[in-house]
């Protein structure tokens, strides 16, 4: 019996709730808030996320869908003129800029079916917002502008989803904008992100034109009626448009026989083939990633977005449909323990802290239920740190509203507080357990800024928002630097940091001065070195004695950002309580090189024999014996300096692609490809992250604010001799060291 049947027999509880519904504005509202209070099966809960480039129409989307499925009563947009903004933009900072700066969680209720979304940013410089986002999600949408198409996030995006295995769907938005292409986007779709796509459904007329979609697999055309679309009216397709609907039906046909092999052998055998066997078809193929089903809309003129919601029903999966695993630390190898995802506390509970936020309450954790169930009052045990915390309130968010709940399973996202903890935790509820689930990836820093409260009374409030933001976001890392003797703010991008200064100011009332950027350099081998280092001292007493022999080399050129280390003795030489010493000696020593001061970078130390004494020798001194090692390979290695590479993507109109070309030209950029469309050009090169500071002025003048770029991490590469001579003399007056070789230099004359 539904809550309208309820309401219309029994008059006492309807004059009751009549004071409330003010507050719920409408009956449909009310009627869906009840339901969530339900205990859904498996099949009934869907967990997704919204994902693309920057300005697509993510938010606008999904406000959409929390409208439709009756979660908010009235529609915001992201830069309206109510000042209200978008309900998933919560931050003042979000609405005033027009972007989201955090990834917002909130479920809602659609044909029975309980959908979590997450609502991520665009921008390159929050994108650990959308790696641990997609970490803890079992399906996507993938939003494709029809003017801009694939663009260089949504190929970033797009490695998200792979790293994590995430099945998704396309959607085409923003039909109704000057220039709108499906048919191209789709071509992009599968020529640059390689996708296995085709349309499930085409869109009646572009531009201004455009009035609704046809759904290929009905064979019908679907018109969005009422003030908001919410009345959706099926007709028959327009005359024009019934050739065009069944070829696209048919090619739809033939990429799914490609990669189902239950549709290929009805397809071979010239069987009648229903729509039921298609849409099965769509499922299995999308759920193991070798299917992309692209549908059409535009999110802004409400239409597509109903059709969208019933797509993801359909072919995404539900938590039971994803395979979920952990592994077993009490195993002497890394064994695989795969989870059960059945909604009942017949397993026991495992979840993994994604995201940390600090609310009014304290410290917000957002979960992921993978195994079991939790109630309030459980105690709960992080397999990291083997803490153990009783949960004091269990809440699920929509946007930065919390909703009080007793109890979640496996397969919900949720969040509790009060909990002290790091992004990428693994909590279990039996301290036996010793499961820990795959951690978030976490891509390096790249730029630097120095740092400094404006007032020297705020360095309070300065050292408080610091810690909190640098628990909140793994990518941004504040030290000091004793040399230049200032604080150093690190992040992914000169947006990241601004906005975190502004944070500062707004909300820990302290206004910040942020010096000039600093990028991220790094030095590298350029062959291997060898080594054998003798650490010999004597005091009285015990000693210190120890003796390495190895070699240092180079890693290849794709994995020139990581440090390894190899322990490749044999016999008893080197004592194995001893390497960890060698390993730690090594890494303190990559922290700082020796003629620029960047962090060491791509190189592997690997420790092949070495000596100890029976009584001198300890942990310390091959920790001592890995330093003296290393100031060998500084001296008689060669060395070479790396900068980071980013790859830039520039949209601006077509008569001023020359000037554009020649200003990324004088950038040293390198230039990959070129794309004009429609009086506007696309250009995609690899430039130097120190070149491109200052950029955004110059292209905005040059094009007369029609202009626009991203840009995004792409590799480290050596950077110029000229650069490096710059830097090594610049490090070399910030030591004191210059004095020291013109000295040297004197002496040697003499």
Known sequence: MSIVTVLKHNTNLSTLLSVHLSTYKNLRFLASHFKYAEHKPLEKIRNIGISAHIDSGKTTLTERVLFYTGRIDKMHEVKGKDNVGATMDSMEL????????????????????????????????????????????????????????????????????????????????????????????????????????????????????????????????????????????????????????????????????????????????????????????????????????????????????????????????????????????????????????????????????????????????????????LTKSDVLYNTRTSKKIRIQRLVRLHSNQMEDVTEVYAGDIFALFGIDCASGDTFVNSSILKLSMESIYVPDAVLSMSIAPSNSKDRDNFAKGIARFTKEDPTLKFEYNSDSKESLISGMGELHLEIYAQRLEREYNCPIVLGKPKVSFRETLIESCEFDYLHKKQTGGAGQYGRVIGILEALPPDQNTKIEFKDETVGTNVPKQYVPGVEKGFRFMCEAGYHCGFKIAGVRFRLLDGMHHCVDSSEFSFYMAAQGAMRETFEHGLWKVIEPIMLVEINAPLEYQGAVISQMSKRNGIINNTDAVEGWFTLSAEVPLNNMFGYVSELRSTTQGKGEFTMEYFRYSPCLPRVEEELRMEYLKTTGRENVKKLNENANLL
Not at 245 to 253: H, S
């Open 94 to 373: 979000e609405r005033q800029r027009g972007i989201t700066i955090q990834s917002a969680a909130t479920y809602t209720l659609w044909k029975d079916h309980n959908i979590n979304i997450i609502d991520t940013p665009g921008h390159v410089d929050f994108t650990v917002e959308v790696e641990r986002a997609l970490r803890v999600l079992d399906g996507a949408v993938l939003i494709l502008c029809a003017v801009g198409g694939v663009q260089s996030q949504t190929m970033t995006v797009n490695r998200q989803m792979k790293r994590y295995n995430i099945p998704c769907l396309a959607f085409i938005n923003k039909l109704d904008r000057m220039g709108a292409n499906h048919k191209r986007v789709l071509t992009q779709l599968r020529g640059k992100l390689l996708h296995n796509a085709a349309f499930i459904q085409l869109p009646i007329g572009l531009e201004s034109n455009n009035k609704g979609l046809v759904d290929l697999i009905s064979q019908k055309a679907l018109y969005f009626e009422g003030k908001f679309g919410e009345i959706i009216r099926e007709d028959e397709i327009p005359v024009d448009m019934r050739t065009e609907a069944k070829d696209r039906k048919q090619e739809l046909i033939e990429h799914l026989s490609n990669v189902d092999e239950q549709l290929a052998e009805a397809y071979l055998n010239e069987s009648k083939i229903l729509d039921k066997d298609i849409k099965d078809a769509i499922r299995r193929a999308c759920i193991k990633r070798t299917f992309t089903p692209v549908l059409v809309g535009t999110a802004l003129k409400n239409r597509g977005v109903q059709p969208l919601l019933d797509a993801v029903l359909d072919y995404l999966p539900n938590p039971g449909e994803v395979e979920n695993y952990a592994f077993d630390e009490n195993a002497k190898e890394s064994t695989r323990v795969y989870l059960n995802p059945e909604r009942s506390n017949n397993h026991p509970f495992l979840g993994l802290a994604f995201k940390l936020e600090a609310g009014r309450f304290g410290q917000l954790t957002y979960f992921r239920c993978y195994q079991g169930m």
